[in-house]
């Protein structure tokens, strides 16, 4: 039988027709798997193409990209209202991955819901929970001794219930889904933040909490607000020391870390093709320190070549077929557009303390003086799942071969952490790992590592003020290394080795001179390096495991005696009255990440049992009464103590509380978790003036009220000390908010909230899982 693509191409001269309409003949007969490791499962283009014509018939105007593919998945496109920013869209999702982290809390919520199987393919990814110590090899088997008990649940889990399980040393999420899962026009869902990576393969792939999984997984449509579209128009092309990471440093600058809230950014224009597939896939990556949904880029001849060299020649093919539905239109409408003329881009380095705070490589170091950051770098760290493609570590080790031409090493100490085992076993084959050893670098497990707190850092005290320069994505305060006085920057994989050989935030390599062995001064050239290997890929270690056709003797035990996994119970539901004389837990002054709410690192190992995660609740938020963090007033005792305490004092006194935040409350990891604490001690709503998209969610989830204050000056009127009253829930119009303080007088203020029917009716239930039990029955 003749090739796909020239079967096209003969029937396209006999039919005369548009290539997308012959494309849709064939989708059917062609059958091209969404994956090797599914090959029952189907992409289906042709139903993406009817749903994109409904709907642009019904709005009749230029869509954009990520239009197409997010009202292309709509459950019922024809009459599905269609608003941005302001209608719920009901969506079907093409799959799902969940990492080790929130897919514990995920799988025993599905659990919970009593169904079977899952509906649509998913996968468990493990690579949070494997702490760097020593090195690659000595820290896994660590991670599997330590984790075992999860690790199996994990597996059996996956196995009783159809869902993919990848073991740990695979790798991370975000760089599995690249080279397995996503592909152009795919909509994914992940547990994870910074999902978003799939957009470097023209995927919709967004963050979620576990709780939307398990709608996803249970054949619920997903409901998802209709996102906004930022256009970021790219002119010229990259080249020198500039990276496909200052592209989103840039725009980070540009729109702050709640700029992209409620949005997709999407990236377009000519200098889009001077990037590669897992460049894009950074930028989209890092997208999440911006609030946005997701970010996308258009299919290109970039994407189709990395799609045939990880085996997946038949999914470019089809998707040239589809190439229409796959890019923007012309003349399509952008909320908000950006203009970056990448031939002009300079490299980049932001922090410390918020990936939002933009410095051009070569005035950072006079920054850091004025500030009175730290200079000297202890710690250089390079890979993650934003920067650890092939491309990454060739310019890295590009870099380095510089500098050891002439007998020179890391002033600083410098690890590197590759995205997959996939990757691992490449730069092992090809040299490039070597290269970086002799540089005096550490190669550490494929996992995520010291990006997310899993370091076990020996060079400082907590306490002591020291700058690191990595190639992650976020650097919140402590996020890396518990410590608040670690300056973090994030930058590229190749600017972050040439500031680990220098040693200072000083040092500029596009102008500045390093001194050789011999004495003489050089100058490190810009880096260059293949996108992709010349061979193919060495695909390492088989690290994936496959769910059973019949499962049905297959067992998932967790101990009622287990410190790491705990069976849920359900939560009360909504008695149907106001919130009354709620106490004020906390309220909480300035930036209040989820790494606040809910702390990751050492924590992580509780993931999977809600009471005693529950007991790192808000440690890290700042008390505004006393500017201390973890400590706050109990209101009966008088006396101040850790959050989590002074929760579950509350809670078995029978007191309802509330906490009060600032500015893109919850912003940061998608850990659903900072929403299952509050409500599992006792909390009946947060109100803030403003919510990072995901948390909102997460909180509505969980049958917690989120509300915002209508005038965000109001947060002023609020005291610790005070008690407040929700009024209008019974017909749920929670708009009126009642501050009574301790002297007997009182006043009232104005509240927002953001829920839709079904969200209504989660609250009312007392969680989306307790509404999913009640449809089911």
Not at 693 to 705: C, V
Request: net charge neutral; glycine share 10%.
């Amino acid at each position: 039988m003749a090739p796909y693509s020239l079967l096209v191409t003969r029937l396209q001269k006999a039919l005369g027709v548009r290539q997308y309409h012959v494309a849709s003949v064939l989708c059917q007969r062609a059958k091209v798997a969404m994956s090797h490791f599914e090959p029952n499962e189907y992409i289906h283009y042709d139903l993406l193409e009817k749903n994109i014509n409904i709907v642009r018939k019904r709005l009749n105007r230029p869509l954009t990209l990520s239009e197409k593919i997010v009202y292309g998945h709509l459950d019922d496109p024809a009459s599905q209202e269609i608003e941005r920013g302001k209608s719920y869209l009901r969506l079907r999702p093409d799959r799902v991955a969940m990492q080790d982290a929130t897919a514990q809390m995920a799988m025993l919520q599905f659990i919970s819901s009593g169904l079977s199987k899952v509906a649509v393919p998913s996968t468990i990814h493990c690579d949070h929970l494997i702490e760097a110590q020593v090195g690659g090899e000595k820290d896994l088997r660590r991670a599997k001794d330590i984790n075992q008990e999860v690790y199996n649940f994990l597996a059996t889990a996956g196995a009783k219930y159809g869902v993919g399980f990848w073991k740990p040393g695979s790798g991370i999420i975000h760089q599995i889904i690249l080279e397995n899962y996503a592909y152009p026009g795919v909509l994914l869902i992940g547990t994870d933040s910074h999902t978003p990576n799939g957009g470097g393969l023209g995927g919709i792939c967004i963050g979620v909490g576990g709780a939307d999984a398990v709608d996803v997984m249970a054949g619920i449509p997903w409901e998802l607000k209709c996102p906004k579209v930022i256009g970021v128009k790219l002119t010229g092309s990259l080249s020198g020391w500039s990276s496909p990471k200052d592209v989103i440093l840039k725009v980070a600058g540009i729109l702050t870390v709640k700029g992209g809230t409620g949005a997709i950014v999407e990236y377009h224009g000519p200098g889009v093709d001077s990037i590669s597939c897992t460049g894009m896939a950074t930028i989209c990556n890092m997208g999440a320190e911006i609030g946005a949904t997701t970010s996308v880029f258009p299919y290109n001849h970039r994407m189709k070549k990395y799609l045939s060299k990880t085996g997946r020649e038949d999914i470019a093919n089809l998707a040239d077929e589809f190439k229409d539905h796959l890019v923007p239109d012309p003349g399509c409408h952008y909320d908000q557009l950006i203009e970056i003329n990448l031939s002009e881009l300079k490299p980049h380095i932001n922090g410390p303390f918020t990936p939002d705070l933009a410095h051009p490589v070569a005035e950072v170091g006079k920054v850091a003086e004025k500030e009175g950051w730290p200079l000297d770098i202890r710690v250089g760290l390079i890979g993650s799942c934003t920067n650890s493609s092939y491309e990454d570590m060739g310019r890295s080790a590009a870099v380095a071969k510089q500098a050891l031409a002439h007998g020179l090493k890391c002033k600083s100490q410098f690890t590197i952490t590759p995205g997959s085992e996939q990757i691992r076993a490449t730069i092992e084959r090809d040299g490039y790992a070597q290269i970086l050893r002799d540089l005096g670098g550490i190669v550490l497990a494929n996992a995520c590592g010291p990006c997310i707190g899993q370091w076990d850092r020996k060079d400082i005290k907590k306490g002591e003020k020291n700058t690191i320069v990595t190639s992650y994505n976020r650097n919140f305060t402590g996020r890396n290394d518990a410590n608040p006085e670690t300056h973090a920057f994030v930058t590229s994989p190749e600017i972050v080795t040439a500031l680990a050989i220098a040693g200072t935030l000083k040092f500029n390599p596009e102008t500045d001179y390093l001194t050789g062995t011999d004495g003489k001064k050089f100058r490190l050239e810009a880096p260059d390096a293949d996108e992709l290997p010349k061979g193919e890929f060495d695909p390492g270690q088989d690290t994936y495991q496959h769910p059973p056709k019949d499962s049905s003797g297959q067992h998932v035990d967790v101990s009622p005696t287990s410190q790491r996994l705990q069976l849920l119970e359900p939560f009360d539901k909504w008695d149907g009255k106001d919130l009354e004389d709620l106490q004020i837990l906390i309220k909480v002054k300035g930036k209040c990440t989820t790494d606040h709410i809910s702390a990751a690192g050492p924590w992580l190992k509780f993931r999977g049992h809600l009471d005693n995660i529950s007991n790192n609740l808000l440690i890290g938020a700042i008390n505004i009464e006393n500017g201390k963090a973890n400590s706050v007033r109990n209101a009966v005792t008088q006396e101040f103590g850790p959050v989590p305490d002074t929760a579950r004092y509350y809670k078995k006194h029978g007191i309802r509380w509330v906490v009060i935040g600032d500015e893109n409350y919850g912003e940061g990891s998608s850990r659903e978790h900072a929403a299952l604490e509050p409500r599992h001690l006792g909390g009946r709503a947060i109100i803030t003036k403003s919510f990072a998209r995901i948390h909102e969610t997460n909180l509505k989830k969980q049958g917690l009220l989120p509300l915002t204050f209508a005038d965000p000056a109001d947060y002023n009127k609020i005291h610790p000390v005070d008690k407040l009253t929700i009024q209008g829930l019974k017909d749920f119009t929670p708009g009126k908010c009642i501050i009574k303080h301790p002297n007997g007088t009182q006043e009232t203020i104005l509240l927002n909230h953001t829920f839709n029917e079904t969200q209504i009716e989660w609250f009312r239930a007392g969680s989306a899982l307790n509404r999913m039990k009640e449809l089911q029955q």
